[in-house]
């Protein structure tokens, strides 16, 4: 009786639907999105399609197309032919855009988090197929945007008992850890394989709440080891080249080219549920191996501090109340477990026993140091366990602004406001700000225009590719509402536009390690 | 005959409803401003179509009356009442805890069917929104900034109109968050329903307080004690609005509390 107060397991898009108009579905894990009315003013007004409409995606230059990959609740794949028919629907894309870079696909995936699946009408999966397209016509409809929505069981106790299904999170967290392996990380790793075929195409990886922290595990062992090959391939191919073995530098180069390939161009965590341990580990990497990422600056060019861009993007809502107050109640009871039984490091200078923080920014001088007591912002790693890492200000490395009126900013994360120059807040333009506040971008609310700007945070630790900030609950309200048009257009026009306002491209994919 | 219903159901409120008038769109290329009840702005699931459709208006009663919801809510308060020996006529036994939990419980469905039915007949949509989102508030505030454009391009000042506009006003939020609660709109697919009176509340909290008629001894029965109960049932609708209105504050508020990492100190850091 009690399996009936439960979502069954089950795949949502291996059995097409009951049809009652023809042409039917036959395969209801790759379906056509359809492509939104071009006229400017309606950007956000999703086209909606229904079960009786949906068509298969065969075409190779259909505009846009949404796949579905499904796991159980171990990890393991309901069927491999998605992921055959996903990879079979970049390569067609592919091979349709041919070597014209303004046909290149983009390639966005998105993992859901809980209380969602790959269920009809789910509307994680409604909202995506807004958001995708949004990027369609954010590109003026040149690019083809393939869409990818990896469906796990995030829903477990149905809405229509809703204190049941609040206490689903300490399952659901449990099932986000433990869905991440070789069957996840072999599938992205493919999926940004086949993607990097074409040297122009972009993939994109995107993560919400348990769907972060499921990417986030998923990603952070296998960036690692992809970003050291990358960068070791790289040096030995420099070093035969001095050398003068050709062969043995081509080889090299060739490793780095794969590795390079072989990973996202873009990973986006929102309102990640993950504690902060998860961050911490590729932070203290990033950060020991001074890594910076310029990917609109060609091999060689000049760099400056304006080129330097996110490989990761975490942002979450200051009004986000899951991961600000049910993660660290949530996590309050085993955290006493760990400290039990030692399992926490403390802050300490002790020698042998030394735990702090160590920071890194490629901007000012020096760039390295230490913060070696609480006092100076370290922390010991239970604080890590009981945080998520957007919540967390000695991670943050960048922050919100927010016009109030005409010449003052409103900081989302600390509430401080700023003085700026009227100006600025009116043409909303990041050349007219004070250069001392460092802004790295300015978007408007899509509907009301509000002038918002990204700023680096001043006296910030963390200054690597690892971007982390909180965000304006004006942009998002809550934890669970992020297909919104405000959001999405944020997301475009903060992540994944160049300075010179056109698409992101990927003119230098490599990440910059320090030679040490 | 339910034809009928509705239509007597809809003429007193249409009464209100001249005072609410309907919004005005602004002009293009600004997008028009759509905001859901319940929603956020520009949110893509609902600017297509945002009416309350009677299966979300049925999983609502159905997971706020019926399932565990009321249930634990039952049982915590029917405890609270046990402790405090209300009403006096039932003992402090378990049969007198069983009877507020289940006269707590049939209050919470009768509050929920009485509500579900009078929504139903007058298609309303008591979905909270905050006063930030209200179309009315986001159309002003688009005009402010529409206005700080125009005047930014030609080198101009603002104007201390448009300025004003961009503020949060506390006694407006305080305000509409009260407004919420005594009005609801009429569900429209564009959400810019006209505000009626919340006869569907007012009818929920009647229909809860006398759902308990049965349970109750006939002391507590008097229009008093049945009134005293449906205003008490009110304030929940009351904490469900001013919740919704002032959500972020509420959960900086905590936060704070909870928050670990603070901003390291300027001087802060061993450097090399």
Redesign the interface.
Known sequence: MLTGCYVPLKSYRLVPPQCTSEPCLKNPSALVVPTPDPD??K????V?DSINKARDCVKPDEPICLSFVEVDDMGELWDKAQLDTTLSLIRRANDAAGNDPAKAPIVIVFIHGWKNNAAWGN?NV??FK??LQIVYRRNQGTRPVRGIYIGWRGDLIP??????RQFSLYNREATAIRIPGATLSSALTQIALRTHENKDALAIFVGHSFGALLLERTLSEMTASQLSVENIAQQEADTATSAGASEDAAAQQLMAKRATASRADLNIFVNSAAS?TEAKQMLNFLTSSEARYTPFRNPGDKVSADDDRPLYVAVTS????AT??AL??GHYLPDVGFKQKGSFRNVSTEKGNEYGLA?YDPHPD?H?????SK???A?DQS??Y??SAG?????QSHQMLK????KQMKVAS??EVMNVS??A????RKDLFDSSLHIISTF?L??????FAIQER????NGTPYWLMEID??VV??HS?I????F?SFMIDSFFTQPNGRMMNRASPQLTLSAK | MKSVLRLIALAVPAAFALCAGAQSAPS??????RACPG???????N???CQYHLKQRT?DF???SV???PI?SAVVFGLGAQIIDSPGEWKRTWYGYGMRVGSRYTQAVGKGAATYLVGWMLQDDPRFLAY??DPRV?ER??AA??A??T???S?G??TAS??NA??HDGWQRFGHAWFDVITVRHSQKYGKGVRIPAFSRFAGELGGAYAGYPWYPGAENTPKNVGLRASGAFGTAVLSSFYTEY??EI??L??AL?????????T?????
């Open positions: 400017a003013a950007e956000f007004e999703p909606e509307d409604r909202g807004s958001s809405a229509s008992i809703p204190v049941a902060a200051t009004a986000d109340a600000k107050l660290p109640i920071c020096p390295h140091w230490t913060l070696t006092a100076e912002g922390q604080s890590y009981l945080s919540h967390m200000a000695v991670l016009a109030i009126n005409d600390t509430g009227p100006q807040i009116a043409e909303c408007r899509y509907d009301t225009h509000q002038c001043p006296k910030r630790c609950p004006d309200p809550d509402t297909f919104t048009g405000r999405i | 293009s290329p600004y997008p028009e401003i929603a956020f702005p520009t949110d893509l699931n600017t297509a179509n999983l159905v997971s706020g399932t565990d919801q634990l930030r989102d986001l505030r688009q900034f529409k700080l454009e005047k930014g391009s080198g000042t603002s448009s300025v961009l503020q959500k972020p959960t900086n905590l936060g909870l928050r670990r990492g603070s901003q390291p100190k300027p802060a850091g061993v450097k090399p």
